[in-house]
């Protein structure tokens, strides 16, 4: 998070100081950078840029309009797992023919507005599936494209929740069974094919199970092609890991060049990637209130005004995030081993164990990496209303991209 840094004892995202955010917009906040985001995007782009491609960010990490609108001007295409996510990306300005439809549970209505719309392409979770399609189009009187999503049975090395490309999980269709599916998809009348594709994992931080889903998808398309079947497009899916802590990563342009080294005799194909949380998560920021400290039994709780209800990856997946105070501590500082907990009537609502901090009462602290599967995960759990986004544009702007909730919102819908 390179935009962030303390300045005068006190932190700051670019040339905006976290307290004045704090003191306009209030508490929970989330903070994006577009200048990362765009960054971030164009870093696959320039590393595919010889190449016939689409990138299609997975609109779930980060699905804020202003965050799509933001994208579709860079070019991108978008990864979509409901028709929720389609409205928004249509909404942002998107075109549809760049979207690409993912998900095992597609229902008749989706499916419906999706030929209407004219997406690119469903990723075909299952064999029911393709003939649900099918039928569809045939009463649309349209073609859909379609392309298979292969489980490669690879280990992801990441979080078991997250871990999606194992033959256990229930994403995509058997390694086994796929070239049968693509015979049949090949018979249907309203099928047309185009692609072929995987997605093993999030927050992968190694290269190898990349490469190994890859020479797995090379051996399917040759098998493909021995039966006639053409594969236009190979879309590899997302799951780049980032840095929270002190993790290794791969960077895009490495990821892109040892894939393309794959795909390289396929002259014609056109590459898909689908990136979610390596475009946003490291663009965001929750900055959260300590609205008491309490010290019992040796245990130490800074409670903040942030819970599992408005990020929710700690509790979930057990996951890391870097926790800063907003007043730059000073090596004179008395410090405690604290944990950061929430308002949450849960005994999981635990924002980051065991940090090291010195914090008093009404204090700020940041969350960093939060801007991916944050907000989008977010709920109104024990009547919370959501925390407004704001938006950083250059070094000095900032804009509200996203209003906090109100309590209406809270109740919208509910009758006595
Ligand atoms: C979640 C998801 C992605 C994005 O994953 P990241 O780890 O955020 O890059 C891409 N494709 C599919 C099908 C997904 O479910």
């Known amino acids: 998070m390179d935009f962030l840094h303390y300045q005068n004892g006190q932190l700051f995202a670019n040339q905006v100081a976290i307290s004045d955010l704090a ?59 409901s028709q929720g996510e389609l409205e928004r990306v249509l909404k942002a300005g998107a075109d549809a023919n760049k979207v690409v439809f993912s998900g095992v549970a597609k229902s008749i209505v989706e499916i419906e507005r999706a030929l209407t719309v004219g997406i690119k392409c469903f990723n075909v979770e299952s064999e029911p599936e393709l003939y649900r399609i099918n039928d ?53 009348s309203n099928i047309k094919i185009a692609g072929i594709d995987c997605h093993i994992g999030s927050q992968l931080t190694e290269l190898s199970p990349f490469l190994d889903a890859a020479d797995r ?66 663009a965001g920021l929750l900055i959260t209130k300590v609205e008491y400290t309490k010290h019992q039994d040796g245990n130490h709780f800074a409670i903040v005004d942030a819970g599992m209800n408005d990020l929710i990856r700690p509790a979930l997946y057990d996951a890391w995030m870097r926790v800063l105070p907003v007043k730059e501590p000073k090596s004179s500082d008395e410090t405690l081993i604290y944990n950061v907990v929430g308002p949450i009537c849960e005994s999981s609502d635990v924002l980051a164990h065991q940090r090291d901090l010195s914090v008093q009462q009404d204090d700020l602290l940041v969350v960093c990496s939060a801007g991916a599967y944050g907000f989008s995960m977010a709920s109104n759990y024990n009547s919370h209303p959501r925390p407004a986004e704001v938006m950083l544009i250059g070094e000095q702007q900032h804009k509200v991209i996203r209003q906090r909730e109100s309590f209406d919102d809270l109740w919208r819908g509910e009758s006595l």
């Open 23 to 81: 003191e306009q917009y209030g508490t929970p906040l989330y903070v994006y950078s577009s200048d990362y985001i765009t960054k971030q995007f164009l870093a696959y782009q320039q590393a595919l840029n010889d190449t016939n491609h689409l990138i299609c960010y997975a609109v779930k990490a980060n699905s804020n309009l202003s965050v799509l609108n933001q994208l579709a001007n860079l070019g991108a295409g978008f990864d979509i797992v």
């Open 136 to 188: 569809i189009a045939k009463r649309l009187n349209k073609v859909a494209t379609i392309s298979l999503r292969i489980n490669p049975d690879v280990d992801a090395k990441t979080h078991p929740y997250i871990s999606t490309g194992l033959r256990e999980n229930k994403f995509g269709i058997s390694y086994q069974l796929a070239l049968d599916v693509y015979r049949k998809a090949k018979s249907l």
């Open 217 to 282: 998808i090379v051996a399917l398309v040759d098998e493909l092609k021995a039966n006639d079947i053409n594969i236009e497009h190979i879309d590899l899916g997302g799951g780049l890991g980032v840095c929270y802590n002190d993790e290794k990563t791969i960077s895009p342009l490495q990821l892109v060049t040892e894939l393309k080294k794959k795909f390289a005799k396929y002259a014609n194909v056109e590459l898909l990637f689908e990136p979610g949380r390596c475009i946003v998560a490291n």
